[in-house]
């Protein structure tokens, strides 16, 4: 790989115990909850190491003694085809660790563990894609009339715009050293979540009335965070509907186990 290829970190970690999902599928960890007959972390491993965009990929989390518990994980990180690292108490945090530790002129890609659908293709188009940006931080976002099309019965987060709604799809490139700050703002955002006020405070008063009232488009909304951030924020659009589902949920996991089986 040459040097501009990025380096993939993979947020593995459990957010709290005793998760639900984990524990329908009798697993250990919600990362190990098979899709398809393998460990959704594996298949996304899988997605990342068939990629052309990604060289090193960093899997943070799960705790060691679930990773040592599974020999499939385990022997794919003695091999040095993945590094772990373990988890801090949040993603925001578990990301900033991350970034801290990587060569400031590495482009680094971030997802998760349980984007059981997410393929080598997906991966190379928006890494490409958010490289020709230009910008410094650039978020994978997926158009709600597309995801809904292919997903009818799919509940997901929907990010009003004047021009219709979007899904994120766990797809992030941190592109220059200036990106990195972006974690920070965001581990400050996650400290105040229980606070609505002040989350709302942190990315602007007149924003956020803009976006309630869907007067901002999604070139605008973004133009924004840009300035308040002090960098360039991008979008790349993905034309793939399942780069918008994640695994949150027993709902969910049926409908990718149903996806998959077809």
Known sequence: MDRTSYTAVVLAADRFSGDPLAKAAGVSS?????AGGKPMVLRVLD????????????????????????AA????????????VGNRESPSSSTSHVLRALPDA??????????????????????????????????????????????????????????????????FAFLTPRSRSVADFWRSVERERKKPLRVIGAFGWWSVILYLLRLLSLKQGLERISRRLGLRAAAVLMPFPEAAVDVDTVR???????????
């Not at 969910?252 to 077809?262: G, P, T």
Request: aromatic content about 4%; proline content about 4%; hydrophobic content about 45%.
């Open 47 to 70: 997605a990342l190491e068939e990629a052309q965009e990604v060289g090193a990929v960093i899997l943070c989390g799960p705790q060691r003694a679930v990773v040592e518990g599974t």
């Open 106 to 171: 590495n482009p680094v890609l971030v997802t998760t563990a349980d984007h059981a659908l997410l393929t080598a293709p997906m991966v190379d188009l928006f890494c490409s894609e958010a490289r020709s940006t230009g910008a410094d931080i650039v978020v994978g976002l997926a158009a709600q009339r597309v995801v809904q099309a292919a997903f009818p019965e799919t509940r997901r987060t929907v990010i009003q715009m004047r021009e219709g709604g979007y899904c994120t799809c766990n797809l």
């Open 30 to 34: 919600k990362c190990l909850v098979p």
């Open 252 to 262: 969910d996991w049926k409908l990718v186990e149903a996806r998959l089986a077809r």
């Open 73 to 84: 994980l385990a022997a794919r990180i003695a091999s040095g085809r993945v590094t772990w």
